[in-house]
């Protein structure tokens, strides 16, 4: 503002023109209750309000107000166009301000000087900053359920948790991560996130894994998932096989971390049978369960408490 100060019985008022406030700043902050992407995918373009002029009596104008957008836990924030890192969101609450506001202009007031006393300098303010980025979601969960298409992970996390993902016969039922919590008698929980099934060449793009893969290289514990039974005319040891394989091929690390097998759908009459070859081939001693009837579920989420510990 380029003001003066008049009033009648002060005759050597003065400049006191305010400066300007700032412009909003926009703003990503990780809240533990959002678990996509989709509001931004659907409202891309956010802008923070601009700051308010200044006043006469040197007073300051209003900053302008910050757009604080909320993303799950887990984000990762790219510049889109040059693909230069920027920051992770990976804590609840932890903020990361994407775009700046611009700085708000200086009254005359600032001109002022024995020799200058009717100053009529005033500076504009600076233009905000303007950016592209690309939004990526890593889900930020303890435990990561890994198996193929219709192996029983949905099923699984949902007697587990309080988690409702869609349960069907068909493979492919679950196109989206599904979290949920675990919760035990201590009053302590585990998260827990059911990855999309990954079949043979997912890290490729095969199916719906090379999509999802992402989201277990923030878990502790892996849970590779079987289909005993092998329902869809397949072999579990091959199976147990192509996804270890898979998860080498999108992370080496992600074979470090504990790893817990679990044979589902041991109620089925064939799964005996196949449960022996099984142990034989990979000379491992996964845990017997039948997620369909709650069977064997609590040496799972044990063992999960158990290899969760740090």
Wanted: charged share 25%; net charge positive.
């Amino acid at each position: 503002m380029c003001s003066f100060r008049r009033e009648k019985f002060i005759p050597h008022g003065g400049p006191d023109g305010g400066d300007g406030g700032r412009g909003g700043h926009v703003i990503l902050k990780a809240d533990r209750d959002v678990d996509s992407l989709l509001s931004l995918y659907y409202a891309p373009h956010q802008r923070a309000k601009d700051g308010r002029p200044g006043g006469g009596a040197r007073m300051t104008g209003h900053d302008g107000a910050d757009v604080v957008l909320p993303v799950p836990c887990g984000t990762s924030v790219y510049n889109r166009d040059s693909g230069a890192f920027i920051g992770d969101l990976v804590d609840d609450g932890t903020e990361l301000v994407i775009a700046r506001g611009g700085k708000g202009g200086r009254g005359n007031w600032h001109w002022r000087s024995p020799s200058h006393q009717v100053p009529m300098e005033h500076s504009d303010g600076t233009e905000g900053e303007e950016l592209y980025v690309r939004l990526e979601l890593k889900l930020v969960a303890d435990v990561g359920l890994v198996g193929y298409p219709n192996a029983g992970k949905s099923s699984l996390i949902s007697k587990i948790s309080k988690a409702h993902p869609k349960v069907a016969a068909y493979p492919f039922t679950t196109i989206n991560p599904i979290m949920g919590t675990v919760f035990y008698d201590d009053y302590s929980s585990l998260r827990v996130v059911d990855i999309p099934g990954l079949i043979e060449g997912a890290h490729t793009g095969a199916g719906l894994g090379h999509a999802f893969l992402r989201h277990a290289e923030r878990t502790k514990v892996i849970v590779l998932v079987i289909d005993m039974a092998g329902v869809d005319g397949r072999k579990p040891y091959e199976d147990y096989r192509v996804l270890r394989r898979e998860l080498k091929h999108c992370n080496p690390e992600l074979l470090k971390r504990p790893l817990l097998v679990v044979a589902n759908k041991m109620d089925l009459p064939e799964a005996a049978a196949h449960l022996k070859e099984f142990k034989r081939k990979t000379r491992t001693k996964p845990l017997e369960i039948s997620a369909q009837d709650g069977v064997g579920l609590k040496a799972v989420t044990q063992a999960m408490k158990k290899l969760c510990k740090p």
